[in-house]
C-alpha cells in the first residue's frame, strides 16, 4: 500500500507556499487534487502528492532557504487540533510530548525525538527516512519554532542542526533563524534556549486540554494503514528506552490505559507490544549501522538492551548475521 498523508497537512503547506506569494493552483495541479479534496481534515491522499507540491514549489522559487521559509509561514490553525493542543500544554515540554503523541494526525511516517543530556534538544524524525527527508524535516521544525516563538514569552532555540548539505548557504539560514546552525548534519533538531523546556505556558488550559485529547483520541483518518495507537507507542519509544521506561506497563500508564486494555487494543491490530517493540529495535539499529555507528555497547544501550550479548542475539534473529556481519 502506498504511504499516505493527512489531507490537512496538504492543505498546510499550500497556505505556507501562499504567504510566500506562491501560486498554489500551479502547486497543487500535478497532484490531479482540487480544494476541495482537501476540505475533509481526517481524509488522507498519497503521499507523493507532498513530494510533488514540494518539487513544483522550488520551480516557482529555487531558493534551498524554501522549506524553512515555507514553514514559518504557515499560519497558526491550519493543523486545527493538534495546533490547539499544544497551545494549551502547561510548558513547551509537555505541548512537545502532546505533539508528539498526536503527530500522527498529520503525518504518519515522522516523528520527534528529545534528547537532555547537552541542553534540551528536538530531533525530527523521517520513518523510514529518504533522500529529500530534509525538506519535510525542516519545514517541520520550522512550523514548531515559529508557532512557540509566536505564542510564548521568551520562548527561542540556542542552535540549530540540518541535515540539509551546506553548500555556503550556512550564513543565509542563520540569519533566517536567528540561531547559529550547522548544515550538513545526520539529524536535523534545534536546542532549546536553556530553561524553556519546563517554562509556564500563559494560554495554558488544562481543562480544554482533556478535552482536545480526547477529541483526537477518538479521530480516524481515512484509509491509514497503521492504527493512531500503534504509531502513537512507536513515536514515544525513543524517549521511553532512553528514561529505561518501555515495559507494556510504563505504555499503559503513559496512554491512560489498563494494560490488560492496551494489548486488547494491540490485538485488535494483529501486533504484541513485545513484537511492536522488537520492530522498532531491529528498524533503529539497522538505521543507526547505515548511519556509520560502530560501537555495538552504545547502539545495545541506546535500544534499551542492558547487555551487548543481548543485543547481537537479537540481531541474529532479525537477519541471520552478527552486527557486523550484516554491515559487510
Not at 502547561?90 to 505541548?95: F, K
Not at 512537545?96 to 503527530?103: D, E, R
Not at 537532555?116 to 523521517?126: L, M, Y
Not at 481543562?207 to 502513537?232: H, M, S
Request: aromatic content about 10%.
Amino acid at each position: 500500500m502506498q504511504p499516505l498523508i493527512p489531507t490537512i497537512s496538504i492543505k498546510a503547506t499550500l497556505a505556507g507556499f501562499a504567504e510566500l506569494g506562491l501560486d498554489t493552483a500551479v502547486l497543487l495541479a500535478p497532484t490531479g487534487l482540487t480544494p476541495d479534496d482537501l476540505q475533509d481534515p481526517f481524509a488522507s491522499v498519497p503521499n507523493d502528492c507532498f513530494a510533488q507540491i514540494w518539487m513544483t514549489a522550488f520551480q516557482q522559487m529555487p531558493d534551498p532557504t524554501l522549506p524553512t521559509k515555507a514553514g514559518f509561514a504557515v499560519p497558526f490553525s491550519e493543523f486545527g487540533l493538534l495546533d490547539h493542543l499544544v497551545e494549551t500544554a502547561v510548558s513547551p515540554g509537555e505541548g512537545l510530548h502532546i505533539l508528539n503523541l498526536f503527530l500522527w494526525l498529520v503525518s504518519i511516517n515522522m516523528s520527534l525525538r528529545f534528547t537532555h543530556d547537552f541542553g534540551d534538544w528536538i530531533w525530527v524524525e523521517n520513518n523510514p527516512p529518504d533522500p529529500a527527508s530534509f525538506i519535510s524535516e525542516q519545514w517541520t521544525l520550522a512550523i514548531i519554532v515559529q508557532r512557540w516563538r509566536n505564542h510564548m514569552d521568551g520562548f527561542d532555540i540556542e542552535e540549530l542542526h540540518l541535515s540539509q548539505a551546506a553548500n555556503g548557504e550556512e550564513k543565509r539560514f542563520s540569519e533566517l533563524w536567528g540561531v547559529p546552525v550547522r548544515m550538513g548534519q545526520k539529524q536535523t533538531g534545534a536546542k532549546l534556549k536553556a530553561g524553556i523546556w519546563n517554562q509556564p505556558n500563559k494560554t495554558a488550559n488544562p481543562l480544554l486540554q482533556q478535552t482536545l485529547r480526547t477529541v483526537a483520541e477518538q479521530a480516524q483518518i481515512k484509509q491509514f494503514e497503521e492504527a493512531p495507537l500503534i504509531y502513537a507507542i512507536r513515536t514515544r519509544l525513543p524517549e521511553a528506552i532512553e528514561q529505561g521506561e518501555f515495559s507494556a506497563d510504563d505504555f499503559a500508564a503513559e496512554l491512560i490505559l489498563s494494560k490488560r486494555t492496551l494489548q486488547r487494543k494491540l490485538s485488535a491490530h494483529n501486533i504484541t507490544f513485545k513484537e511492536l517493540l522488537d520492530l522498532y529495535r531491529q528498524e533503529r539499529a539497522m538505521l543507526m549501522l547505515q548511519n556509520g555507528e560502530r560501537e555495538m555497547s552504545q547502539i545495545a544501550y541506546a535500544l534499551g538492551y542492558n547487555e551487548q550479548s543481548s543485543f547481537n542475539r537479537a540481531f541474529k534473529r532479525w537477519t541471520g548475521k552478527t552486527p557486523t556481519g550484516w554491515i559487510g
